[in-house]
């Protein structure tokens, strides 16, 4: 063992770090569930470290009246797979997301 090692086991640093993923993605599902923010405010602002690996499909569906019959054509009229994760998006793609998420807001 290195001198830079601890007593803690490696899996539970892995299960810790997992968790405060989990954690923060469901806390800005609530928010946008709730209406404290939107999802073009997630996509045109800073994406948090902890969110690039979130796909873009769980995202979308996390609003209100929007499920994946509503949120699969957006992503195919722009040609964006629903399984791209945030920090795969470009801005280009992100600010394409975040207009039509305006212009479609609880139709």
């Known amino acids: 063992m290195s001198a830079t090692t601890t007593n803690r086991p ?9 968790n405060e ?6 806390d800005v599902k609530r928010a946008i569930r709730e209406g404290r923010t939107t ?6 602002g800073e994406l948090h ?10 995202l979308l569906t996390a ?6 019959r509503k949120s699969r ?3 195919a009229e722009l040609r ?7 920090g795969s998006l470009t801005l280009r793609q992100r600010a394409l997301i975040a207009d ?5 807001r609880d139709t």
């Open 39 to 44: 999802v073009p405010d997630v996509l045109l």
């Open 100 to 104: 039509a998420m305006m212009g479609r």
């Open 49 to 58: 470290p902890l969110m690039e690996g979130m796909r873009i499909l769980d």
């Open 80 to 86: 964006i797979g629903e399984r791209r994760t945030l």
């Open 10 to 18: 490696q899996c539970l640093d892995a299960l810790d770090k997992a």
């Open 73 to 75: 054509p957006v992503l």
């Open 63 to 68: 609003q209100p009246y929007w499920g994946l």
């Open 21 to 26: 993923v989990r954690f923060h993605r469901a």
